[in-house]
């Protein structure tokens, strides 16, 4: 991997806090070592990732630790966290054995022979109930953290928690890329106060039909453009998931038309503009030169598919503006999800 120490240099000294600066470092030697204790000094910036480490550090010291939920998340937790003494995995529905060498077990067996350990809640859907079933088996409150809240709320505040990001006086024209389900759309529209337009481009036909049902209360003035987000006009394979990772892929089963952010603000003045698309940021980044020289909107762009991301991105955008003042943010409690916000 060649890396540009001059261009590193310069980008290090365009970031605007000393928090910023120290993720910025952190990414950087997670993408050059893939050695996930630089992710970890990442989620120790994070209030909600501090004080999850906090619990589990102390939780270890006086008893055994579980985890509730045999999916992406509950791996995740024991992924990141792998030199903690996991004891099981728990789960309502167990389809599979062990996860990472960790025995999967189920509910009932585990309530049958529970022990006083911590159990810690991971699935994003449905933790409150897991909460509730817990206390209701008679497992006290002090027991149980509930990481997937926690990661929740954590990610609620993405694109729009930064205080360097204030809305513009008069309407904010907002393009949303990579729409997903809407609701970064509906956060839009409260942080604008409901003096903003959306432009969404999301390609996957099942996202669609969940933006609209988001944005069917009128909070927010919306536009869907079915497409995807390019460097230029074609189409290319996809692979539709109807949720957060559907993504243009070689591998994908159909076929989508993907346009430039250009060709779609040419008659527009864009004010903000959010991108988090799977890998596909810096070919839409491309096809943004214009927008990004003649507008110079706010910009909040994951930073994080792909190891060079953490300083293509910048360098791309320095490129179009070299006057943007740069903040880096991260919501999540795993290595995905820090998102680089460019100030001008």
Known sequence: MKIDVKLLGDIYRRFGDEESKEMFKNRLLYSITNDLRWTVENIKLVREGKELIEKIEKCAESGELVIFGAGM???DLCRIFENYPWKYFVDNYPKIKNIRGVPV??????LEKYQGE????????NNELIHGQLIQAGI???RIINVGKMQNELMKNQYFDLTHLKPAEGKEIFVDIGGYDGMTSVYFGEWSHGK???YILEPDTGNIEKCKENLANGSVEYHIIPKGAWCEETTLYFKANADVSSRISEEGESVICVTTIDKVMRENFPTFIKM????AEQQALLGARQTI???KPKLAISIYHKPEDIWKIPDIILQYNPSYRFYLRHYTLTESDTIL???P
């Open 73 to 75: 998340r509950g791996e």
């Open 105 to 110: 077990i189920s509910t009932s067996y585990f």
């Open 341 to 343: 916000y460019a100030v």
């Open 293 to 295: 020289s003649r507008c």
């Open 140 to 142: 006290s409150e002090e």
């Open 118 to 125: 911590y159990i810690f809640i991971t699935p994003k859907f």
């Open 276 to 279: 988090d698309i799977e890998g």
């Open 196 to 198: 903003g337009r959306s």
